[in-house]
């Protein structure tokens, strides 16, 4: 598993890569962040820091779900294309948030794509390809083909655009658009600016998004879906 988290208001990031065994990684990501100086770590030395820190480790059957098992064998055959079968249910778990006093934070966590090679690590734990948060423009949390996230530094592209004027949502359309046009690349992004305007923009056939804002939640699944209902706050 790889993950990220990184805060915009001092660009403090932290990440972690090829990780097994661990239950919530974008909590290790946080304490590489926290406390140490590097930003990422990696296989056999982020688990050894993950003790050290006392992070417990699970069960590697309890991470295993019955479709990914299904869809694991799926793609050992000859002609399987596994980014083709993974858009639209990926592996990548995203979020971004923004304070009361424009502080802006991002977090993603993904298991990576399907019959990857040993030690392979996509654009998650890469600081502006997975994930990128800056006070000053606004934060990105993506989801896709990796490897095409890392070709044109999504996350970065995105901000890149906002800082040029474009709206979150402007943005996430002009960088999606250039990814699939450039590396044939699908994905999706969830983005928030210093003021909290959000967008959840993607080019492949699905993406679940959220997005919680003055007592109202935003929901949806496809293209043009914008559900809302009141905010369940936990008692």
Request: with cysteine; proline share 4%.
């Amino acid at each position: 598993m790889d993950a990220i988290v990184m805060d915009g208001r001092t660009l403090a990031s932290g990440a972690v890569s090829a990780v097994r065994r661990v239950a919530n990684p974008v909590q290790l990501a946080r304490l590489v962040m926290e406390k140490t100086n590097h930003l990422c770590l990696t296989a056999e030395g982020a688990s050894k820091f993950a003790r050290s820190m006392g992070v417990p480790e699970v069960p590697e059957e309890s991470l295993i779900t019955d479709y990914a098992k299904m869809r694991w064998k799926k793609n050992l055959e000859a002609d399987a294309n596994p980014v083709e079968c993974q858009m639209g249910k990926m592996g990548t778990v995203g979020a971004v948030a923004v304070d009361i006093d424009g502080n802006i934070a991002c977090a993603t966590s993904t298991g990576g794509m399907i019959n990857k090679m040993e030690g392979r690590v996509g654009d998650t734990p890469c600081v502006g390809c997975g994930g990128y948060a800056d006070n000053k423009i606004g934060a990105v949390s993506p989801t896709g083909h990796g490897e095409a996230i890392m070709k044109v530094t999504l996350s970065r592209l995105i901000l890149f655009h906002m800082e040029q004027g474009k709206t979150p949502e402007e943005a996430s359309d002009l960088a999606l658009a250039y990814m699939k046009e450039r590396v044939e690349g699908l994905g999706g992004v969830v983005v928030v600016d210093p003021k909290g305007t959000w967008a959840a923009r993607f080019s492949s056939l699905q993406m679940s998004w959220a997005a919680a804002q003055q007592g109202e939640l935003h929901f949806g699944l496809y293209h043009g879906e914008d559900f809302v209902e009141p905010v369940q706050e936990d008692t």
